[in-house]
């Protein structure tokens, strides 16, 4: 069994910063792609930023230069680094992870999401 554990979410302040965090743990084979969505209320689920196991990391336009997704191959886990927050980052963030487990099955995880709260 595979699981996603997310951390880091928050009340912050127009303009403030916060990291969001998700571990990986379980019978991992290998993990592909880790990524984060958001969901606002209201709103459908969207990519925020995305790491493919090769290559450079995809971002929302919405968030570019702004927020910088990082990944600790060692541990497992991708880190979300959002500044100059906004009130319309308020949402659900949700980690996502494409992952080949100990018995080679390709699965699509998501984590329990964590609250992002931009408000003065």
């Known amino acids: 069994q595979v699981q996603l554990v997310e951390s880091g979410g928050d009340l912050v302040q127009p303009g403030g910063s916060l990291r969001l965090s998700c571990a990986a743990s379980g019978n991992i084979f290998s993990i592909n792609a880790m990524g984060w969505y958001r969901q606002a209320p209201g709103k459908e689920r969207e990519l925020v930023a995305i790491?493919?196991?090769?290559?450079?990391?995809n971002y929302a336009d919405s968030v570019k230069g702004r927020f910088t997704i990082s990944r600790d191959n060692a541990q497992n886990t991708v880190y979300l680094h959002m500044s100059s927050l906004k009130p319309e980052d308020t949402a659900v963030y949700y980690c996502?992870?494409?992952?080949?487990?100990?018995?080679?099955?390709?699965?699509?995880?998501w984590g329990q999401g964590t609250l992002v709260t931009v408000s003065s």
């Open positions: 790491f493919p196991s090769r290559g450079r990391a």
């Open positions: 996502n992870a494409r992952v080949v487990d100990t018995q080679n099955r390709y699965l699509e995880l």
